[in-house]
């Protein structure tokens, strides 16, 4: 079944530890990408790759990294979490993403974090 | 600057006709997305309109307006299964980044 999956889908963590959500496509997509997702804000865009080795900030990345070291694979890296960080987080992957076509993104379940 | 403007709640009933307005202003513009997502699940694609005009596809159709930043999303027949959040969203040219409206919460009652 063509699916992005992530992992964990619910995490409780305290402040500055450092953690990983891992996110996995099967669908040979190039572009991948991360949100958050906040009541009354909308889905905000943290990072995205259009290809291995290939990323580039959204426009709320301050606090995350992410790393493209394999196509299938796009996890999002929070060095020293903090409270406001808590959110609801999806990836999506898409075939590819050119100035001059489209494609549309195919989301993961979300993972629910709360930082303490 | 970059800002997408939808309702945020719309209430309409079983086999009715409802639509959804959403406004845009992007440094760039290339489409118009409309995402559907039920409460706790993940957004799933609805619709995409790069030109001027209406898409239609079964019960959903969505209209673009290029020159007055405008879009809708038109949803026929309403069903109960039609209560959810509709995202509007705005692909950009020169970059690849997806700009989201806040969404609308639309019930559909009996």
């Known amino acids: 079944e063509a699916q992005v999956t992530q992992n964990p889908r619910y995490l409780i963590t305290v402040t500055g530890k450092k953690l990983t959500v891992t996110c996995s496509q099967n669908m040979n997509h190039e572009y991948m990408s991360w949100y958050r997702q906040d009541p009354g804000l909308g889905l905000r865009q943290i990072y995205y790759?259009?290809?291995?080795?290939?990323?580039d900030k959204g426009d709320v990345p301050e606090g995350y990294k992410v790393s493209r070291k394999e196509k299938r694979n796009f996890p999002l890296i929070l060095e020293s979490p903090s409270p406001n960080q808590t959110s609801l987080y999806f990836c999506?992957?898409?075939?590819?993403?050119?100035?001059?076509?489209?494609?549309?993104?195919?989301f993961g379940p979300g993972t629910r974090l709360t930082v303490l | 600057g970059q800002n997408i403007d939808q309702p945020t709640e719309m209430t309409a009933t079983e086999g009715a006709i409802v639509q959804i307005n959403c406004t845009y202003q992007t440094s760039g513009f290339n489409g118009l997305f409309w995402y559907q997502q039920h409460a706790g699940e993940a957004p799933t694609f609805l619709s995409y309109n790069v030109l001027d005009g209406l898409e239609e596809k079964g019960r959903f159709s969505s209209f673009l307006s290029r020159s007055k930043g405008y879009s809708y999303l038109l949803l026929k027949e309403l069903q109960m299964k039609d209560s959810a959040s509709y995202l509007c969203a705005s692909g950009e040219t020169g970059g690849f980044k997806t700009i989201f409206g806040a969404g609308t919460r639309l019930f559909v009652k009996a």
């Open positions: 999506a992957s898409s075939p590819t993403r050119t100035s001059s076509s489209y494609n549309e993104q195919f």
């Open positions: 790759s259009m290809n291995v080795e290939v990323t």
